[in-house]
């Protein structure tokens, strides 16, 4: 990063600091003790589950605003979109943030998965009520729908913000911010059959320079010229989209060196390319995957590759849901060697080689085996046998 762009960043975190330092006080959680009045005012306007929630950060409270009202949020990106912005430090905050929301009354409905854990939520009509008037007045989170009014006598286009949610409806023309410059957060979210010609304006790319997540995955199918910007954004840690007919990510990917979450879920079997595996800070790998043949078709491609060494030394991959196994060389091979794994997902196609179905047994069991030694590292394993013609 050149010397401009660090004093601007240093610039930007110190307003950072201001707003969540206002924004605290507003939600009252630090009120000096003799300051009663004001605090039993400021207390009367906040709906009554919000009023004993505890030592938390409302900055994860006002991040629910992201979303449509009736969508059903998942617990589990919601705190990865946390950390990659820096709204907590760590995922044991994340963690502690979330137990808090979630035990709480501020969920209208609850989803949880077989062992209990809450999978998704959605916050009250007055939370969600409240909390948007939150966001609004500090333009925590700026909504765009093609009916964005102005508020506190600013217009959305003299608005700047640091997280834009956007939801475009068809033929409705959408009303930008000028300056995006600083947004760490965009998301979209069609209403609707909306295609991509109805938001193309916010897919420029060369509006952000500081963009930390961004959820293009509800979108229309990309083009090949947008996936080039997206490999462009390169402080970016969590990328959630849809692929849509684009059949594979290429080794541009390589310059997204502090992505974290790489979500291409819904998307068909994408072919990827080892880049992908040596991002250094890459903890979660969501879709369906093929290692590319100019990665594995070669003699001692594992080691000519660099990929045993780096998977078996430095990669931090702790998601990997998941790879289809069939005829072609990659993950069957590489799955023993990623030590930080705790979540698998496998699809058998009916292809599968004999050698690919032999390796895997091996890795399974191994990985099978490390779960019952380690119960703490808390495993999971999915296998979809749908497609396997023949014995395992």
Known sequence: MVLKDFAKEIVILKEISTDTTNRIQKFNFLAEEDDRTAQGQRAADVPAELQNLGDYNPNCL???????????VRTKPLARRWLAEGLVQGEQLAVKNMKILTNSSIFSSIQRSNNGEVRR?????ETFRYISQQ????????????AAQPSQGKSLQAQVGRRLSVHPSANVQ???PQDLSRLRTLAVFPAGEVNLASYEDVLDFARYQVLRVLDLKECAHLSEEHLRDIWGQVLIKYLSINLGSIAEINSSIKHLDQLETLDLSGSQTVTVFKEVLLLPKLKHLFGRFQLSKKDTFTPGWLLTSGLQEFLKRKSRLETLAGFVTNERLGFPQLLNLMKHLRKVKIWFESDASERNVKVLSK??????????????LNRSLSIEFEECSGEY
């Open 62 to 72: 006002l991040y629910l605003c992201l979303f449509p009202r009736n969508h059903q």
């Open 121 to 125: 939520c959605q916050p009250t009509d």
């Open 135 to 146: 966001s609004v007045s500090e333009n925590f989170v700026l909504f765009c729908d093609g």
């Open 174 to 176: 959408l009303n930008l």
């Open 363 to 376: 890795s399974i069991t191994e990985f099978i085996g490390a779960g019952v030694t380690q119960p703490d």
